[in-house]
């Protein structure tokens, strides 16, 4: 059974940043990453992570995001990192951390909001 413990979510002002952290287990992936959903808007994908090795950014992160794992330290467990800097209103969503099966399952946490508001 895969599961999540995300974190890292909250409010913050314009220009401001939050690290999201999610820890993730039960499986082997051959990605994790984040996506993000905002109000009345499908979700889309912010970062992730494909084979330990290739990263994929949205265009929006713009060199804001970093997106960073270790998947080495605990054999049972991977940690998923995303440090959002300069947010904008735009930002605002639920950030859904993300973790795609060898065989192609697709897994997801729960979600932690983040709000970006002055």
């Known amino acids: 059974q895969v599961q999540f413990m995300e974190s890292g979510g909250g409010l913050v002002q314009p220009g401001e940043s939050l690290r999201l952290s999610c820890t993730v287990s039960g499986s082997a992936f051959a990605a994790v990453g984040w996506y993000r959903q905002a109000p009345g808007k499908q979700r889309e994908l912010v970062a992730r992570?494909?084979?330990?090795?290739?990263?994929?950014?949205?265009?929006f992160v713009a060199g804001r995001f970093t997106i960073s794992a270790d998947t080495d330290s605990d054999p049972e467990k991977d940690f998923v990192y995303l440090q959002m800097n300069s947010l904008t209103h735009e930002d605002t969503a639920v950030y859904y951390c993300?973790?795609?099966?060898?065989?192609?399952?697709?897994?997801w946490g729960q979600g932690t909001q983040v709000t970006v508001s002055s």
């Open positions: 992570i494909i084979a330990n090795s290739i990263t994929n950014y949205a265009d």
């Open positions: 993300y973790a795609a099966g060898v065989g192609g399952t697709n897994y």
